[in-house]
């Protein structure tokens, strides 16, 4: 059974970090592609940052500068760190682990919640 439990959202004030976890299970981690999407109310899932299996990372615009994605293959884990946060960041953010695009798994999603 495959499993993507993420963790470490929350309420943080603008302008502070926090750090997404990932851990995934029932998959051979290594070999896929892993990404961080986030979801907010009236909206479509949007990507955030990704990172292959070979360590390449991506990040969209609204993002780069403020948030690095990082992978542990020995614990099959990946993290995105997140700084200055925006209000706009506000959203459930979703792990998502991508083979070829045959096989894609979906975590439950962590909320993170910017505000004063």
């Known amino acids: 059974q495959v499993q993507l439990v993420e963790s470490g959202g929350g309420l943080v004030q603008p302008g502070g970090s926090l750090r997404l976890s990932c851990v995934a299970s029932?998959?051979?981690?290594?070999?896929?592609?892993m990404n961080w999407y986030r979801q907010t109310p009236g909206k479509e899932r949007e990507l955030v940052a990704a990172?292959?299996?070979?360590?390449?990372?991506n990040y969209v615009d609204f993002v780069k500068g403020r948030v690095t994605i990082s992978r542990d293959n020995g614990k099959s884990a990946v993290y995105l760190q997140f700084n200055d946060l925006k209000p706009e960041d506000t959203a459930v953010y979703f792990c998502?682990?991508?083979?070829?695009?045959?096989?894609?798994?979906w975590g439950q999603g962590t909320r993170v919640t910017v505000a004063s």
């Open positions: 990172i292959s299996s070979g360590g390449t990372t």
């Open positions: 998502n682990a991508d083979w070829n695009s045959r096989y894609v798994y």
């Open positions: 029932g998959i051979f981690f290594e070999i896929y592609d």
